[in-house]
């Protein structure tokens, strides 16, 4: 199974953001200047909320124009499962999902049952953080919006995902970034936010 190990920080407004992504706690433990990626994600689930009910997440995401399909499941602590292919289409990927190990109850589900049911619209501003000798993490500012039919809310918020090494490492880290900054965590996915966005259009 895929693994992820994520943490978001709330952040807030784009100033912020631009300050902590200049700051020397980020710029000294970088080797390689900000990738700035376009990204457009969409986010499915069945009329009866099938995925829902089961806390998964599927979404496709283009990211500067390359589409990816992913699935995301819950795991114990900051982990989370996590599958992902390239393909542009549910009916190509879902296939592809169930090989590397997907819940094969997803992938059994014909593809035309899921349907759009909010999204994010962003651009996500990364780069690999050496943390130590032994850990690393991908830093990523993100600045968009989430969607749900015409309702919208904005999007600015800083994710630290776990390359390599221990996750107590990451949360270390992100224990420094918040102490630093005045951040606060950001309890939940993006997916979570924009579904709410659905209910209180209801």
Same mark, same amino acid.
């Given at each position: 199974m895929g693994?992820?190990?994520? +943490?978001?920080? %709330?952040?807030?407004?784009?100033?912020?953001?631009?300050?902590?992504?200049?700051?020397?706690?980020?710029?000294?433990?970088?080797?390689?200047?900000?990738?700035? +990626?376009?990204? %457009?994600t969409t986010y499915f689930d069945t009329e009866d909320g099938f995925l829902a009910a089961r806390r998964w997440m599927l979404r496709l995401r283009t990211e500067n124009g390359r589409a990816v399909v992913t699935c995301k499941t819950p795991g114990e602590g900051r982990t989370r499962g996590e599958w992902e292919c390239e393909s542009e289409y549910l009916e190509d990927a879902l296939p592809q999902l169930a090989a590397l190990g997907a819940p094969a109850e997803l992938c059994g589900i014909d593809a035309a049952r899921y349907m759009p049911l909010c999204g994010a619209r962003f651009t996500r501003i990364t780069q690999e953080l050496r943390l130590s000798a032994e850990h690393a993490c991908m830093i990523c500012g993100d600045i968009g919006e989430l969607f749900a039919g015409e309702k919208k809310a904005p999007l600015c918020e800083l994710e630290l995902e776990l390359k390599h090494g221990a996750a107590e490492a990451l949360e270390e880290y992100a224990d420094l970034l918040k102490t630093r900054f005045g951040l606060c965590e950001q309890p939940r996915s993006k997916l979570e936010r924009a579904r709410a966005l659905v209910q209180a259009s209801v």
């Open positions: 693994k992820e190990v994520e +943490i978001k920080l %709330e952040v807030g407004d784009l100033q912020l953001l631009d300050c902590i992504l200049s700051d020397p706690e980020i710029t000294g433990r970088m080797s390689a200047p900000f990738d700035h +990626i376009r990204m %457009e």
